[in-house]
């Protein structure tokens, strides 16, 4: 069946899975594997954050450096540093492998970035300054980078047409397992801390976090010798090599009139969903602490504990409790990845972005504005997942559609990390926000959440590069 037969009925729904055939679904297994464990070491770091930072600031200053002014303006500033370090080795891997992709193979750069994140995040564990955690952020960055732009190529690539946006959302839709499974190492490590299990440990729980990260690094032993390269990527180095042409050329994507326009305005479209996200939206961990912080501490107050018991039970539960805000939010997140599938193969891909962006927008703001109560983290949070991860399933299932087989893996890095090495601003300018203008001194005790409302209109962006790009629903893979 051509690809242009497969993508002609866009209303099949989900029973297109079973066009695929043992192969095809461990092909997928594969792909949605490699980014579901990348989602979770993503995520470890979003919880271990302030844990590690303030460990690590307390090691090197002195804990009582840390209560100065000086020592909290620091423990401000380095997790957005470090956040921002992460995205910026997240586009330059993205760049590069997403280049090797097209040039060398799907499979032998999946395999490589998977090392190489998994590697970086427990090499994090060892840490001994805020400078080489955030060193080491960066390296992971590179591996983190590129598997999402080989993964959705090779899957793109090795699936029926009928099946492959399917395939492609659901593999977005994963990365919410990945996610929920660092909330549970999260609530998990809470639950240690209060029962003291670290008082003579030379461990600290957000090490053991990282260390769980150099789990994936198994995926590789699966993947090798088993999974092979697309046959339409073999075919299209066979035709480019008797052509002349050179597979992933930044030099064709930024020169071809059609896949400049795609890739510049596709850049914008992940620009919007990755400030979104990594800018404001995983900070809400931060804020949900926080809250909670003052929620357990009145608990230890109400329960009668002693100093010793308490310095055990505040911050052993408040971990508990960000895992709790990771989960509901990652439950949203499964469910928006799934809508938008559907919604974007009954209404279109871009009416589907135009909703998911203006909800993304509110609901963030709704986070940032209102988040005071236990209760609301069982409802804004998801609110808030199911929109903003909307958006990265329609990354996965819309970029593979704007460009040729020749140039698929890099315009689609080209996208998604040359945007998030622009979005890297988006945590350092939180953080600047946070620390300068909606500061204490202004009048804003909690700044962040003034912060994070101002900067949601970067989902504005995502509005207003709509009208520009094309409308893929129904059509074939551009050769």
Not at 303 to 315: C, N, R, T
Not at 329 to 341: E, K, N, R, T
């Amino acid at each position: 069946m051509s690809d242009q037969a497969a993508t002609a009925s866009p209303h099949q729904g989900w029973g297109t899975l079973n066009l695929l055939s043992r192969y095809q679904w461990f092909v997928f297994a594969m792909a949605s594997l490699a980014w579901t464990a990348d989602c979770m070491d993503q995520q470890l770091f979003t919880a271990a954050r302030k844990q590690a930072i303030d460990s690590l600031l307390a090691g090197q200053h002195g804990a009582e450096h840390m209560t100065s002014d000086e020592g909290k303006a620091l423990a401000k500033e380095w997790p957005a540093i470090a956040t921002a370090a992460f995205l910026v080795g997240w586009a330059v891997g993205g760049f590069f492998f997403g280049v090797m992709g097209d040039r060398a193979g799907r499979v032998k750069t999946l395999m490589l970035t998977v090392l190489l994140y998994s590697l970086f995040t427990g090499l994090s564990a060892l840490s001994q300054t805020v400078y080489d955690f955030t060193l080491y952020r960066f390296l992971t960055g590179l591996g983190v980078g590129g598997v999402f732009g080989v993964a959705v190529a090779l899957l793109a690539e090795e699936m029926p047409g009928q099946a492959r946006p399917y395939t492609l959302g659901l593999l977005q839709a994963l990365s919410a397992v990945g996610n929920c499974a660092a909330a549970l190492i999260t609530m998990l490590m809470g639950f240690l801390i209060c029962q003291g299990a670290f008082i003579d440990s030379r461990i600290q729980p957000w090490q053991l976090m990282f260390l769980v990260g150099l789990l994936p690094a198994l995926l590789v032993l699966l993947m090798r010798g088993r999974l092979h390269e697309p046959a339409k990527w073999v075919e299209s180095v066979r035709q480019n090599k008797a052509l002349g042409l050179k597979a992933g050329s930044f030099g064709e994507l930024l020169t071809n009139p059609r896949w400049r326009r795609n890739a510049w305005l596709g850049l914008l479209l992940a620009f919007a969903g990755v400030v979104g996200l990594w800018g404001i939206g995983f900070f809400s961990v931060d804020l949900t602490q926080r809250i909670f912080k003052r929620v357990v501490t009145a608990q230890a107050e109400a329960k009668g504990l002693d100093e010793a018991a308490k310095k055990l039970f505040i911050p052993g539960m408040t971990m508990v409790w960000s895992g709790v805000g990771l989960l509901t939010l990652q439950f949203g997140a499964f469910l928006g990845i799934f809508s938008f599938s559907w919604v974007a193969q009954s209404i279109g891909r871009k009416p589907a972005f135009f909703i998911a962006f203006l909800g993304a927008m509110a609901s963030t703001i709704a986070v940032f504005g209102l988040l005071t109560e236990v209760w609301h983290l069982f409802t804004l949070l998801p609110l808030m997942g199911f929109f903003q991860l909307s958006l990265f399933g329609g990354y996965a299932i819309y970029f593979p559609e704007l460009f040729p087989t020749h140039l698929r893996s890099t315009g689609t890095s080209f996208c998604y990390n040359f945007g998030r090495l622009i979005a890297a601003t988006g945590p350092l300018l939180l953080g600047y926000l946070t620390a300068a203008v909606f500061n204490e001194a202004n009048g804003y005790p909690e700044g962040m959440r003034q912060a994070g409302m101002v900067m949601s209109s970067v989902f504005l962006l995502g509005v207003a590069v709509l009208p520009w790009l094309p409308e893929t629903l129904g059509k074939p893979l551009p050769e």
